[in-house]
C-alpha cells in the first residue's frame, strides 16, 4: 500500500457547512411528508407530542454524541467511539451496525420521495429512484466540498418552505388552533410512533463520522449536533401541529390528497423542494457510511482498500457505499410499492440507529467513570434508560422478521470479525 492509501481526509468543513449537511441528513421537509405521515397514522391528532417528544429523544442521544465529539476529532463517528472507550471488538460491531442503519435509512429516503413523485405526477419507481440516486453518487464521488455546497442552498430552501407550509395549513384554517388530548394508544404504539417521529430530526448522525473533516472539530461539530436538532424539531413540532389542525378541520386524522392540502403554487414548491431533499438527504447519508468504512478500512477492521483516498476523497469506500444503494434501490423497487418499503427499510434502520446510540451511550459512560466526570455520567445513564427502553417497546410493537434482520446482520458481522482475526493471527504465526 503506498502512503498515500493511508492519508487522513482534508479538513474543510465549517460550522455552516456542517450544520447543514446534518440537516441534510435530517431532511426535515422529506422527513415530515414520509416518517410524519407514518407518525399520524399511528397517534393521530396527538402527533405534534409525539414529534416533541421524538425530539427530546434525539436531543439526550446528541448531546452524547456532542460531549463525545469533544473528545475525538478524526473520521468514523459511532464506529471511533466505541473502539477507543469499549474495546476493538466493541466498535467493529458498532461500526457494522452503523453501517446497516445509515445505508438502509438512506435508501428508506429514496423510496419515500420516490413514493410522492409517483403519487403526484405518476412517475414509475425505477425512473424516480434514478433521478435521485444519479445526482447523491455523482457528488459522493466529486468529494465533501461540491457536496457541502448543494447541501447549503438546498438545506436554506428547505427551512424557508417548511415555514410556509406550517403557516399555509393555518391559515387554510383561519388560524383556529385545536387542543390535544391524551392519546387512547398502548404504550407499545407510543413507543413506536416516537421511534418514528425520532426519525425526524436525527440527521445529526451524519456529522460524527465526518468529523476528520470538519475544522476545528472539537467545537463545530458538537454545536452543528444541537443545533440541528433543536432547529428541526422546533419546525417539525411546528408543522405536524399545523397539519393536525388542518386535517381535523377536514374531519379525520387521514392523509388527504396532496391535491387537496396542497392546492395552488404550493404543490410545485413542495415537490421542488422534495426532490432536492431526496438527493441530499442520499448523499447525506452515503457520506457518512463511506467515512465509517474509511476510518475502519484504515484501522484494518475492515480490508484496507476501504481506505484508499484520492484527492481527499474516500474513493473506494464511497463507490462501495454507492453500489450498496444502487443494489438496494433497484432489487427491492420490484418487490413491493415504495411507501411499504420506504416503512420497512425505516423501522429496520431506526432500530439499528437506536442501538447504534446505546453503543455511543456506553462509551461516554465508560469515559465519564474513568474521569470521574458527573454530568457525563448522568447523561450517558440517562440516555441508555431511556433509549434502551424504546428500543424495547418499539421491539414489542413490530413484526418478529425486523428483530431476526438484525439479530442476522449483527451474527454476520461477528463471524466476519472472528474469522479476519484469525487470518491475521495465522499470518503472524507463519
Known sequence: MTEKTLEELKRALGLKETFFISLGGQSPLLSLLTYGAAVLSISGFFSPIAVLLGTLLVLLNGSVVSRLSLRFQDSGGYYTYASRALSKALGFQTGWLYAFYSILYGCAYIFGASYLLNLVFGLPVYLSISVLLIPSVTLLILGVKPSSKYAVVVGALELGVIVFLSIFFLSRTHFEFYTLKAPNLSVGKLALAILLASS???????????????????????????????????????????????LQTFGGASLVSFHTIFKGTALPVVLLACLSDGVLAALAFMLASSRTLFKMGRDLALPRFFAKVRNSNPLMSSLIVSLAYISICYSLSWISDPFHIFVVLGILSSLASLATHIAANFSLLRLSLNDAHFYEFALSLGAIAVSALDLFYSLTSVALFYL?????????????????RLSHDNLSVS
Open 404 to 420: 431476526l434482520i438484525l439479530i442476522a446482520w449483527t451474527l454476520i458481522g461477528q463471524l466476519y470479525s472472528r474469522l479476519r
Open 200 to 246: 425526524i430530526p436525527t440527521g445529526y448522525g451524519t456529522v460524527a463520522p465526518m468529523s476528520g473533516e470538519v475544522i476545528n472539530a472539537s467545537k463545530n461539530v458538537g454545536r452543528a449536533i444541537l443545533l440541528v436538532i433543536l432547529v428541526g424539531g422546533a419546525l417539525a413540532s411546528f408543522y405536524m401541529y399545523s397539519l393536525s389542525d388542518l
